[in-house]
T-cell receptor, first 110, second 115 residues
Framework: QKEVEQNSGPLSVPEGAIASLNCTYS??????FFWYRQYSGKSPELIMF????GDKEDGRFTAQLNKASQYVSLLIRDSQPSDSATYLC??????????FGTGTRLQVFP | DTAVSQTPKYLVTQMGNDKSIKCEQN?????MYWYKQDSKKFLKIMFS???????INETVPNRFSPKSPDKAHLNLHINSLELGDSAVYFC??????????????FGPGTRLTVL
């Protein structure tokens, strides 16, 4: 079992729709959870992080964490073509290394 | 005003050669990292330094040797390059190692192709 699992996609959504990206992790000791966005040929950039169970909203993005079920998700409201990218989920223990999933490719079509 | 910079951006070389990639950050961060991203986009940590001290050394062949002359620089030297070393190598930095939340800022990447 991979430490962090994501569906590789592509996930195709129409412009204006909600994109839902999911991630599961195996280590119950994980404490911090991150979503990075990576455009093709570019470096990853952090878009959201979450520690506590529940939802965290930032603009069009909402991160959701359920530690009991060991999953974290990212919702993108009003999806735009510029959101088309690979979204990387990453988890870490308190002072341990960041473990990345393989990413989900999102395509938003006009 | 580049925060994390890497050189070179592209590196094409023959099997068996030795090459180096350089990384510099001007963010004043204490911690720096090297990641390898393979053709399937899997991003995996290789090394981490905190204030010039090695704190993470993943299962990486001995042919890879990081060096941190000061906390703003982390270089990666690779000996006897193999075909499987072809990947994109990202340098990253973060403010500190100790905190639970620790945003990592990535450099632009170095695309290494071994022929």
């Amino acid at each position: 079992q991979k430490e962090v699992e994501q569906n590789s996609g592509p996930l195709s959504v129409p412009e204006g729709a909600i994109a839902s990206l999911n991630c599961t992790y195996s280590d119950r000791g994980s404490q911090s959870f991150f979503w990075y966005r990576q455009y093709s040929g570019k470096s990853p950039e952090l878009i959201m992080f979450i520690y506590s169970n529940g939802d965290k909203e930032d603009g069009r993005f909402t991160a959701q964490l359920n530690k009991a079920s060991q999953y974290v998700s990212l919702l993108i409201r009003d999806s735009q073509p510029s959101d088309s990218a690979t979204y990387l989920c990453a988890v870490k223990r308190n002072t341990d290394k960041l473990i990345f999933g393989t990413g989900t490719r999102l395509q938003v079509f006009p | 005003d580049t925060a994390v910079s890497q050189t070179p951006k592209y590196l094409v070389t023959q099997m068996g050669n030795d090459k180096s990639i350089k990384c510099e950050q001007n963010l004043g961060h204490d911690t720096m990292y090297w990641y390898k991203q393979d053709s399937k986009k899997f991003l995996k940590i290789m090394f981490s330094y905190n204030n010039k001290e090695l704190i993470i050394n993943e299962t990486v062949p001995n042919r890879f040797s990081p060096k941190s002359p000061d906390k703003a620089h982390l270089n990666l030297h690779i000996n006897s390059l193999e075909l499987g070393d072809s990947a994109v190598y990202f340098c990253a930095s973060s403010p500190t190692w100790a905190e639970g939340y620790n945003e990592q800022f990535f450099g632009p990447g170095t695309r290494l192709t071994v022929l």
